[in-house]
């Protein structure tokens, strides 16, 4: 029989291309590049740590977020894997358990599924499993949410499934500046983190600053109000804001935090401003039913009850499959049904 010897390259991609350099100065970015930044500096900042997912390499990944890093970090930090979810997810606890930061792209929402029993059976629960001796450092970027016309298993929001499981960060990002504050934040991070970012946020440009900013559990007031509580994350910030802009011109105040941490949730942020308002109204892309408005909801009534003026409102995607591209904008809530859960907060309905 014929043995086959493994032998390592003499050469990798990436020994001849220029360093890495960091962001040093404010610059206005994508959000898509904004996180490519992040990576960059996180892989700077630490030699441990690692990319892997599918295409992540040589494509840049489909949305070619991970551009460029192949080449500057080579082959070894930077690995294209099988198109198996699974695995990848397998793969990085065994380097998180060897010390290692892995940071995994699943590269759509619908494609993380393959890998969650990894996620709920092994990341989860390591560090409980070993009495604190064994931490999962893991990061798990998961572009997510509808809006770019996509097909099956392209468009969807599963971040109840994780903020449902303990042991897991979970965290989502509306803006450049977060993309890049939070995707360092995360990988620096002991715990494991899932990090949603909304796919049609990608191309949107913001300023970004080369700091840490405001702690990836902390919530944020982006648009002060007195009104209405109207709370939400990824891509809805903006349509909330949008929402804020018209109601202010019928007289209405609507104060929008961006949630930014899923799990866990920045309720002294949430029940300060409802107890000043009175009123919430939550919005999301995914379903209703088992969602984490309803979630949110509850805790704000056992928390705040004597201080609502009204039931709690949600603005949510149908209980229904992630429809065709065509129909996606009867799905999505948009401008026009977040005002009318504003109208019947408000009791205008």
């Not at 468009?155 to 939070?182: C, K, M, W």
């Not at 191309?203 to 007031?221: D, R």
């Amino acid at each position: 029989m014929t043995m086959t010897t493994l032998t390592t390259p003499t050469t990798l991609p990436g020994l001849d291309a220029p360093k890495p350099v960091p962001l040093t100065e404010t610059k206005t970015l994508t959000m898509g590049k904004a996180i490519n930044e992040g990576l960059r500096q996180a892989m700077l900042d630490d030699p441990k740590v690692v990319l892997l997912g599918e295409d992540i390499g040589a494509l840049g990944g489909v949305f070619r977020v991970t551009s460029d890093l192949l080449a500057q970090f080579g082959a070894r930090r930077v690995i294209d894997t099988p198109l198996a979810e699974s695995a990848i997810i397998g793969t990085a606890v065994g380097l998180a358990y060897r010390g290692y930061r892995p940071v995994c792209e699943i590269q759509f929402d619908g494609f993380i599924f393959p890998g969650f029993d990894q996620i709920v059976s092994q990341v989860a629960k390591f560090h409980y499993r070993t009495q604190g001796a064994v931490r999962m450092p893991i990061t798990i970027r998961v572009p997510f949410g509808g809006g770019i016309g996509a097909a099956e298993h392209h468009s969807e929001s599963p971040e109840a499934y994780f903020t449902h499981t303990s042991g897991l960060r979970v965290i989502a990002v509306s803006n450049a500046q977060d993309a890049y504050s939070l995707i360092r934040q995360a990988i620096a991070s002991d715990d494991p983190v899932l990090y949603f970012e909304p796919k049609r946020r990608y191309h949107v440009k913001g300023e970004v600053v080369p700091e840490l900013g405001a702690p990836m559990e902390q919530a944020v007031i982006v648009t002060p109000g007195t009104d209405v509580t109207l709370l939400t994350y990824g891509a809805l910030v903006s349509t909330a804001k949008d929402a804020a802009l018209a109601a202010f011109d019928e007289g209405i105040s609507i104060e929008v935090i961006d949630l930014r941490s899923l799990s866990p949730v920045d309720y002294a942020v949430v029940e300060a401003s409802v107890r000043k308002t009175g009123r919430v109204v939550v919005t999301h892309e995914a379903a209703q039913s088992g969602g984490l408005g309803g979630e949110i909801i509850a805790t704000i009534t056992e928390r705040c009850f004597s201080y609502l003026e009204a039931a709690p409102v949600r603005v949510t995607g149908f209980d229904v499959p992630y429809p065709p591209a065509k129909l996606e904008s009867h799905y999505l809530p948009d401008l026009d049904r977040i005002l009318d859960g504003v109208d019947r907060v408000m009791g205008r309905r």
